[in-house]
């Protein structure tokens, strides 16, 4: 139990253009989802808490307005990155904590990862 | 912040017991003690959780002191799979995200 998933898995696309990932809990409901982002050889930094039904809470220095989040149900939060420039290129990560039908509710659980890359 | 403190890197013969100490100083009392794997371009993978004492599972030990001001992961006879880094993390059970440290990177040699 407690699988989240991520889609796309690897995505390129030109500068200025808006990129979605989603991110699902298969087979438990999330009502708090993060994202993440990771640079090669550094650790994950995180972004935002998503939580579901109401506006996520962004991390200092992350912007709300480039990096949108929408958590519309309790098992999908998605994370689009508008005008996406050279410098968004990372590895996007979601994560969500373990709810009622399964996985430790006290445990974070993550998914596969987004690798973006902006030519 | 990271709450946690580790070593950088590690490295280890295949079939060797393998001990990664984290220092949490300032662990507060509804925290829990968390270690997740992550290999190159993969999301991080829960290995173990622990409250207190000794926890064991299929693949780890977590052997966590009185004081909880620190914790050790043990991974029994390594295999050159294993080579990832493992990161150590506290948080409580509530919404609070948790916050990656460096974590340590394993080499496992054969």
């Not at chain 1, 005008?83 to 009622?100: K, L, M, T, V, W």
């Not at chain 2, 490295?11 to 662990?27: F, K, R």
Request: charged share 15%; with cysteine; hydrophobic share 35%.
């Amino acid at each position: 139990g407690a699988v989240v998933s991520q889609h796309p898995s690897r995505v390129i696309c030109k500068s200025g253009t808006s990129v979605k990932i989603e991110c699902r809990s298969l087979d438990f409901q999330a009502t708090t989802m993060f994202w993440y982002r990771q640079f090669p050889k550094q650790s994950l930094m995180l972004m935002a808490t998503s939580n579901e039904g109401s506006k996520a809470t962004y991390e200092q220095g992350v912007e709300k307005d480039k990096f949108l989040i929408n958590h519309a149900s309790l098992t999908l939060s998605t994370l689009t990155v508008t005008s996406a420039h050279p410098e968004d290129s990372s590895f996007y990560i979601c994560s969500a904590r373990g709810g009622i039908a399964g996985g430790r509710r006290d445990t974070q659980y993550f998914g596969p990862g987004t690798r973006l890359t902006v030519l | 912040l990271a709450k946690t403190t580790q070593p950088i890197s590690m490295d280890s013969y295949e079939g060797q017991e393998v001990n990664i100490t984290c220092s949490h100083n300032n662990i507060a009392t509804n925290d829990y003690i968390t270690w997740y794997q992550q290999f190159p371009s993969q999301g991080p993978r829960f290995i173990i959780q622990g409250y207190k004492t000794k926890v064991t599972n299929e693949v780890a030990s977590l052997f966590i002191p009185a004081d909880r001001k620190s914790s050790t992961l043990s991974l029994p006879r390594v295999s050159l799979s294993d080579t990832a880094v493992y990161y150590c993390l506290v948080g409580d059970s509530g919404n609070t995200p948790l916050v990656f440290g460096k974590g340590t990177r394993l080499s496992v040699i054969a």
